[in-house]
């Protein structure tokens, strides 16, 4: 169970939210929503523990994460808005990098199923991302949730410059970790293509 106890964020002289309280129960994802500049990506950045709130406190299964910071983090996959692929690797190199630095496994058979899994099987070798479209190059980036086993996902803006189809994938692989007792949170501009029971929304109003 993720929950935030009266969080709040201020970033330089502006307020972005305050007293924000939410639980998010395992097999649910939160779908948090708003006008840019409401902080919706500092909320997930504080959420992934790469920001500190002004105030309030976050829980991990009851556990103040700023008390457990490293055993949480071992708990979570965050893609952020950027891609954070490096453009002069393949897509197979850059996913093999990325899981190594998450500690994911990620070896040969693994690696080459999440890539053909996102529609990639033919570019996984072949070209430096830097001529991939911007749809790719963000598939590159979210097949590491096909590698992932962790049961937090924090998303940013998962569906930018997808297809309809690699959004259906996307969304497809969401539902699975969610049926396995996984919890996400995805700061996004589109609806999410879920069972209603499944989704629960935030709205920051900033």
Known sequence: MLQTVSLSCLRGDRRLFSNLNVTVQPGTLLAVVGENGSGKTSLLRMLSSLLSPEDGAILWQGQDIREQREQYCAQ??????????????????????????????????????????????????????????????????????????????????????????ATGLVTEQLQKHLTRGGIAVVVTHQEVGLPSGLIQRLRMNG
């Open 76 to 165: 979570l996959t965050y893609i952020g808005h950027l891609n954070g692929i490096k453009d002069d690797l393949t897509a197979m190199e850059n996913l093999a990098l990325s899981a190594s630095l998450a500690g994911d496994h990620c070896d040969g058979p693994v690696a080459h199923a999440a890539l053909e899994a996102v529609g990639l099987r033919r570019q996984a070798h072949q070209l430096p991302t830097k001529v991939l479209s911007q749809g790719q190059k963000r598939r590159v980036a979210l097949a590491r949730l096909w590698l992932s086993t962790r049961p937090l996902w924090l998303l940013d803006e998962p569906f930018t410059s997808l297809d309809t189809a």
